[in-house]
């Protein structure tokens, strides 16, 4: 069973450009995750999709937003791009959303290393 | 509100030595708990978890952890360090409706 892809994996933009990162869940996983990892603050949790509906949401700014296709692949964007958005990006997959399971193991992908220039 | 504590911010062993990570929650019910482990330039990958029943739970690559409710502990072991095992250690809590994770344990093995 394939794991979780993450497209592109390295990027680099400048400030004010926005940029749209790609996950693929494991094949039969219906919740996306997506975390926010940078040395000084760890990993932040964005938001969390199933079904195609945003069903948790970290405490980002509305430049982060996400969004979840019919097929369960997930994609997030961020506008007007700044310094400190460089960060590794993570996505996880679950069979289930936490609230209706946060006894199953989150699937991580390896991750879209963004540099903002 | 929920929080997840890793007071470690990097440990070193050396190869052989046993090795123990802190991890301590706070939650008002018993929570699910997992540690992940991230090796440079990749995601993280799921060592173990503790969902309910023995409180002391068996992990893959050796590792094992015990959940203790009364300290609101769940330490990773391992009896005996391998140089593969030197990467970034991650604690997190199954909550409510989401997962929270410790700022990670930073393990350096000299041979």
């Known amino acids: 069973k394939a794991g979780v892809t993450q497209t592109p994996r390295y990027l680099i933009k400048t400030r004010g450009q926005q940029v749209t990162l790609s996950c693929s869940p494991i094949s039969g996983h219906r919740s996306v995750s997506w975390y926010q990892q940078t040395p000084g603050q760890g990993l932040q949790f964005l938001f969390e999709?199933?079904?195609?509906?945003?069903?948790n949401k970290g405490n980002f700014p509305g430049r982060f937003s996400g969004r979840q296709f019919s097929n369960s692949r997930s994609e997030m964007n961020v506008s007007t791009l700044e310094l400190g958005d460089s960060a590794l990006y993570l996505c996880?997959?679950?069979?289930?959303?936490?609230?209706?399971?946060?006894?199953?193991?989150?699937?991580f992908g390896d991750g879209t290393r963004l540099s903002i220039l | 509100a929920q929080s997840v504590t890793q007071p470690d911010i990097h440990i070193t062993v050396s190869e052989g030595a046993s090795l123990e990570l802190r991890c301590n929650y706070s939650y008002g019910a018993t929570p699910y708990l997992f540690w992940y482990v991230q090796s440079p330039g990749q995601g993280l990958q799921l060592l173990l978890k503790?969902?309910?029943?023995?409180?002391l739970v068996q992990g893959i690559k050796g590792f094992e952890a015990e959940f203790k409710r009364s300290q609101s502990s769940f330490n990773l072991r391992k009896p005996s360090v391998h140089w593969s095992d030197a990467a970034e250690y991650f604690c997190?809590?199954?909550?409510?409706?989401?997962?929270?994770f410790g700022t990670g344990t930073s393990l350096t093995v000299i041979p």
């Open positions: 503790y969902l309910s029943g023995d409180t």
């Open positions: 996880a997959s679950s069979p289930n959303p936490p609230g209706q399971g946060s006894n199953q193991p989150q699937h």
């Open positions: 999709y199933f079904s195609e509906t945003q069903r």
């Open positions: 997190a809590v199954g909550a409510g409706n989401q997962f929270y």
